[in-house]
């Protein structure tokens, strides 16, 4: 596994646990956990979309150099 599989791996597993933790810790009403989780779950999927396009980004700047003629 490459270390960007990783990284994401990790955060979304650590997301995961946080959000349990929080559930069962919260002094919240139950609107205000949902509120709460769905912010939670906007931020993950938004630093995996960042992720994905740095990725992206990246391999597509190698690919170039790649295709470039050697001298």
């Given at each position: ?47 995996g ?23």
């Open positions: 596994m490459g270390k960007t599989s990783s990284v994401l791996l990790g955060l979304v597993v650590g997301a995961l646990v946080g959000v349990a933790v929080g559930l069962l810790l919260t002094p919240r009403s139950g609107e205000e956990t949902r509120l709460l989780l769905q912010d939670r779950a906007d931020a993950v999927l938004e630093q979309r960042q992720a994905a396009e740095e990725k992206r980004l990246e391999l597509t700047r190698q690919f170039e150099e790649l295709k470039q003629p050697k001298a």
